[in-house]
């Protein structure tokens, strides 16, 4: 329906996915006149939670979908297959109380009970931009918003390119903590990036997302906006 409406708009499509590896001689690609078949895109869908002959496709940030842009306004068509079970770990793969989804869509006249992380840490604000030479001076700031102190063992920091500073600290109640940034681990990128904070069981307490127009200004804090 979507796409149709989308069609009939004169709006755009934007997939994304995974491009081929292999040529599939699949039917479509004919159609779309590309005869070596490497230039299609698949896996535009859930790339976590899978069980079984798919379990190695599990993975964090690789979920596919589709952005329909229509003249006034933008359509996400987000699919998952019903075999695929939440919740997930941080790299994918599903927890030991994950359910198949095709259980929690079934008709029930009983809410489907969400579980939060429970956890009172969060990405606060960073020093994304410091003057001079950024590598060895950013600093991320971690905020504690629980009336008793919190012990980050094992916690991570991961950036939008997978590299991951490790944590080994404890943040007092209501309080604050610096984390800087030596540049071996995560780096705040000038032009925009993603910061993920991960705990000591892997699973994501806590992300934000900066443009590079938040970076912009030199020699100062910025705060996460939510």
């Known amino acids: 329906m979507y796409l149709d409406q989308c069609k009939l708009a004169g709006g755009e499509l934007f997939t994304f ?21 490497l230039h ?7 790339m976590q939670g899978n069980v079984g002959a798919h379990a190695g496709d599990n993975a964090a940030f690789r979920d596919g979908a589709l952005l329909l842009a229509f003249p006034d306004r933008i359509v996400g068509v987000f699919l998952a297959f019903q ?3 939440i919740p997930t770990d941080g790299n994918g793969k599903p927890r030991p109380d994950a359910k198949p989804l095709s259980s929690l869509i079934a008709p029930t006249s009983q809410p489907i009970p969400v579980t939060p992380t429970g956890s009172a840490v969060y990405l606060e604000r ?7 030479a950024d590598p060895g001076h950013e600093v991320v700031v971690l905020g504690n918003c629980a009336i008793t ?23 007092g109640a209501g309080a604050s903590a610096l984390v800087p940034l030596d540049g071996t681990g995560v780096q705040l990128g000038n032009g925009g990036g993603n910061v993920v904070l991960q705990d000591d069981q892997g699973d994501r307490v806590d ?11 030199s020699d100062r804090f910025i705060r996460f906006r939510r």
């Open 149 to 171: 102190p919190q012990k980050l063992a094992g916690w991570q920091l991961i950036d939008r390119n997978g590299r991951a500073t490790d944590l080994d600290i404890e943040i």
């Open 17 to 37: 996915g995974m491009k081929f590896d292999s040529n599939r001689h699949l039917p479509i690609d004919a159609e779309f006149g590309i005869p070596d078949g």
């Open 207 to 217: 992300s934000v997302t900066y443009s590079a127009q938040d970076a912009g200004p």
């Open 126 to 132: 960073a020093l994304i931009n410091p003057a001079g």
């Open 40 to 46: 299609g895109v698949h896996d535009i869908h859930m």
């Open 83 to 85: 075999t695929q079970r």
